[in-house]
């Protein structure tokens, strides 16, 4: 392929098992009629669903081999993050990748095995407040902001003492519902049974990175149909799509797209490739800024484009929308990704 | 009539401009049902009315319109004023579509049985209106619509179907947009007609929009029968009607109104997130607010043109262009500054002063409904620079 879109940052390895995780997750996460179903529930997912997504090894992708995963790098993880933007999928496979990272790093096996296998919903407690990356370790703090809180069997505390375990049953939990048809949990303090030391920072960012791919896969999906109606929608005689005034704002929406997938591609290939510690959270917060106004943007653009049918809840562009809205501030927004980028990333000399 | 404020319709044109805003301000709170105030939501007929029937009973339902016909006539800053009072408060809106666009038009083109008959009952309440222009296949390009009107005797047969009808579930009246002449110019054979949406052959269905709520409808007309005098001016001549309405439609949609009430909000939001101290939220604001004041003063000029009984020329499109994307950017902000928070699909902490989410997404369609910015683009372009094309 000759366009500049098509070359990826990674060798033909993780191409080769890229593509397949893509194709693997293509055919599980297609189904609008069972996420429309999902939202406003209970528990806002499926946990059946989950567990076959568990069954298929998606939370345990990027868990070393070691720990029962499967070892594969962050390129495969943006992968298949992307391919569940793609599907709206709600099950929340990215916190649970965090919970996994965390459990295993830790030493611990027996609540990862079950994580691993999709008997448990374990989801990471780490902020004690809006608009942070940094994750509280006080263990009298209210946790906040949890997603996906109600269908939760554990919750993952960091504390100074150790990663605390408080199994949902014991937990004093509010949720509220979300834009997508999901939900956020807050947690009050309790008993944590600690299971070893884990380093909250770079599960935080992998996660991150994660969710700026599932919105990359969520604005695709969005602009595909948006180009299908811009191709077959009449007005004043002619297909919507020969108006230049909607073509230059289509471009200008694919270009968006392009800059996210190039953020987010280079920020999971630079972390394969061997970056850590600030290099890392430095390509990451690039990647998540970009991600988190982009998906904003097209998902707005694509509802104008759409004219008065964008504007009704039975179109899928919507919900994809409504998504964004509810992600893109989780793992941080853009702007404390970009103060964070700034911070972690001094301009060079000849810059 | 005006005990509270003790002050006559004829003496608040008289009034200095602060002591109007003091009246006003002290009249809503004293009479504005506590229980409505920030609707999270656009309120159906059932949850407004009680403030629709405070002010029809005041005497000031009709700002805008001229004082014999029961409004208010209201100098342009003090309408300006009114509007910034009511959004200050965070009073609903009503179903005003008799109020904004059907009075106005009346008293422009109807006939004096018409302004007898109809224009007391929008002041009273008795009628709701809603707009039935838009069709499927014609939005953007309203000219092309179907749906028929053909005389049967003393009566027309109306068939076709509307859609994005606002409120049309709310409404007993809807006037409609028809074609009469099917082999003109598509721009020659449309008429203007109302027509009582209890008459048989109508049927109405919600539609639930982005905000997962039943706000607009589809509306179906099968063989429905409307007497003759329903019709307002000329036959075939419906179309410039319209477009005059529009221009109506434009300098209220064009109104500070959405961007006062949100960018009160964002007020209220920055100050709970604190985020005041920061510079780079100061600067945004500051853009904001002065952005905000311009469009004032652009508003107030039209309103003064409308005042001296000049039509509007095609730039007023100019006035909705930048009040709907200025909603739009303060509503962007509040997202960005809301952070997290920004996902929570109530207002935050139950506080309705307090819904990001909400208001982002009913500033989305601002930009679509009432004639997209492009449409409002192409005719600044053709009407008035006099581009090609
Ligand atoms: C919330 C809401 C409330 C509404 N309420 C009412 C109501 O009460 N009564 C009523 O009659 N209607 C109502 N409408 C309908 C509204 O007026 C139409 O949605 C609008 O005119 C656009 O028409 P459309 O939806 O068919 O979109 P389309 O005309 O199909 O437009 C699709 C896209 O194409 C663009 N486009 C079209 N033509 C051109 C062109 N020549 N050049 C460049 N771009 C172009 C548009 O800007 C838009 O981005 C409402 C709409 C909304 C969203």
């Known amino acids: 392929m000759s366009s500049a879109a098509g070359i990826a940052p990674y060798n033909e390895d993780q191409a080769e098992s890229a593509r397949m995780i893509r194709e693997s997750a293509a055919g599980h996460a297609s189904d609008i009629a069972r996420i429309r179903a999902l939202r406003f529930t209970t528990h806002g997912f499926a946990a059946d669903a989950y567990r076959e997504m568990a069954e298929l090894g998606w939370i345990g992708l990027a868990v070393p081999e070691a720990a029962g995963g499967s070892g594969l790098g962050m390129i495969e993880l943006v992968t298949l993050a992307e391919e569940l933007g793609r599907g709206l999928v709600p099950e929340p496979i990215i916190p649970a990748t965090l919970s996994a990272l965390l459990l295993a790093e830790a030493g611990e096996t027996e609540l990862l095995g079950q994580l691993l296998a999709g008997e448990a919903v374990v989801l990471t407690a780490w902020q004690d407040r809006a608009g942070t990356l940094t994750p509280s370790l006080d263990a009298g703090a209210t946790r906040r902001f949890i997603p996906m809180a109600a269908g939760a069997t554990h919750f993952l505390v960091p504390t100074t003492a150790g990663l605390g375990v408080l199994p949902a049953a014991e937990a004093d939990l509010v949720t509220e519902p979300t834009n997508d048809g999901g939900n956020l949990g807050t947690l009050r303090p309790g008993a944590y049974r600690s299971v070893g030391q884990a380093n909250p920072g770079p599960a935080l960012d992998k996660a991150a990175l994660a969710t700026a791919a599932y919105l990359l896969g969520g604005m695709e999906a969005a602009f595909a149909m948006t180009l299908a109606y811009l191709n077959t929608r009449q007005q004043f005689g002619k297909i919507i799509g020969t108006f230049q005034a909607l073509q230059h704002k289509a471009v200008d929406v694919k270009v968006q797209i392009a800059l996210t997938r190039a953020s987010v591609e280079a920020a999971a290939a630079g972390i394969d490739n061997g970056a850590t510690g600030d290099a890392a959270s430095a390509l990451v917060s690039r990647a998540k800024a970009r991600a988190s106004e982009a998906s904003m943007t097209v998902g707005q653009m694509c509802v104008q484009l759409s004219g008065g049918i964008g504007y009704t809840d039975d179109y899928d562009v919507g919900l994809y929308l409504r998504k964004a809205m509810t992600l893109a501030p989780l793992f941080g927004g853009a702007a404390l990704h970009r103060a964070r980028f700034m911070k972690l990333s001094p301009e060079t000399e000849d810059a | ?389």
């Open chain 2, 1 to 389: 009539m005006s005990v509270i404020a003790g002050v006559e319709p004829e003496d608040l044109n008289a009034l200095d401009d602060e002591s109007f805003r003091l009246v006003v301000r002290r009249w809503i709170e004293a009479n504005y049902p506590p229980e409505l105030r920030n609707p999270p939501k656009r309120l159906h007929w059932e949850e407004n009315n009680p403030w629709y029937f405070k002010l029809a009973e005041k005497g000031w339902l009709c700002p805008g319109w001229p004082r014999e016909y029961g409004g208010l006539g209201l100098g342009p800053i003090k309408q300006i004023i009114f509007t910034e009072e009511l959004e200050r408060w965070g009073c609903a809106r009503s179903n005003d579509h008799g109020i904004i666009m059907l009075g106005p038009l009346l008293i422009r083109y109807g006939s004096e049985e018409q302004k007898k008959h109809y224009l007391p009952k929008i002041l009273s309440g008795e009628h709701v209106w809603c707009q039935g222009y838009s069709e499927p296949n014609s939005g953007s390009d309203l000219a092309s619509l179907r749906t028929s009107a053909v005389l049967d005797g003393d009566e027309y047969v109306v068939n076709g179907q509307k859609i994005w009808t606002t409120l049309a579930s709310d409404a007993n009246w809807i006037f409609l947009l028809v074609r009469t002449d099917p082999t003109a110019k598509k721009q020659e054979g449309i008429s203007f007609l109302l027509v009582d949406m209890n008459t048989p052959g109508i049927t109405v269905r919600p539609i639930i929009n982005l905000e997962m709520h039943d706000e607009f409808c589809e509306v179906f007309f099968d063989n429905v029968r409307v007497p003759k005098a329903n019709l307002v001016g000329q036959l075939n001549k419906g179309w410039d009607m319209a477009k005059a309405l529009l221009s109506f439609e434009r300098i209220y949609l064009g109104s500070p109104r959405q961007s006062a009430y949100a960018l009160t909000r964002l007020k209220q939001l920055a100050e709970k997130m604190g985020v005041f101290d920061d510079p780079s939220f100061a600067g945004t604001y500051a853009k904001l607010r002065t952005d905000f004041e311009d469009l004032k003063s652009l508003y107030g000029r039209y309103v003064e043109v409308l005042k001296r009984g000049q039509s509007l020329g095609a730039d007023v499109s100019q006035l909705k262009i930048v009040q709907s994307e200025l909603f739009q950017r303060i509503t962007e902000t509040m997202m960005a500054i809301s952070a997290e928070n920004a996902g929570l699909m109530e207002p935050m902490e139950g506080n309705r002063n307090l819904n990001p989410a909400g208001l982002y997404i009913q500033a989305r369609p601002t930009t679509i409904y009432g004639g997209t910015s492009e449409i409002q683009r192409n005719i600044i372009a053709k009407n008035v620079l006099g581009l090609p094309g």
